[in-house]
């Protein structure tokens, strides 16, 4: 409980509050918080650019197994040349190209994972992409990760 709180942001803020008017009276209150919430930006900016690509090896194993088995064809057409091992990695690459850029356009922290920002990602993804085979291949993955992530029943 302790340790929740002391993460908090909230307490970042408080205690840059408090110190600001131990130290310089009311000006360095107002200066302290002000101070506090800045840095709290700051620091939830850096942790949403360094965790955001980030997602549970199990759900991205499943993801690209379930890429592989049911749309095989489209995975061929984007990447003619590689085999084996080599796509594996290439839709890794993709996947964490998706989470990276919902980490870039979520609201807040907690949006990432919802299917509407993740969605987001995709399309606008989708839209960057050179070639048709890749734009498939990422309209391919934003069903799958529909079926496999968000899906009920």
Same mark, same amino acid.
Request: overall charge negative.
């Given at each position: ?6 993460? $908090? +942001? ?5 205690? $840059? ?36 690509? $980030? ?60 299917? +509407?920002?993740?969605? $987001? ?33």
């Amino acid at each position: 409980m302790i340790a929740r709180l002391i993460a $908090s +942001p909230w307490a970042l803020i408080i205690l $840059s509050g408090v110190v600001g008017f131990l130290l310089w009276g009311g000006l360095g209150l107002v200066l302290g918080l002000v101070g506090g919430l800045l840095i709290t930006l700051l620091i939830g900016g850096v942790i949403r650019i360094v965790q955001g690509g $980030s997602i549970p090896r199990r759900a991205r194993r499943e993801l690209i197994t379930n890429i592989l088995a049911l749309h095989h064809d489209v995975v061929e057409e984007a990447y003619p040349d590689l085999r084996g091992e080599e796509i594996t990695k290439e839709l890794a690459d993709v996947v964490e190209q998706v989470m990276t850029r919902a980490v870039s356009i979520a609201p807040t922290h907690g949006a990432v994972w919802s299917e +509407p920002v993740v969605g $987001s990602a995709v399309i606008e993804l989708m839209h960057e992409a050179e070639s048709d085979a890749k734009r498939e291949l990422f309209r391919t993955v934003l069903i799958r990760m529909h079926a496999d992530w968000y899906a009920t029943g």
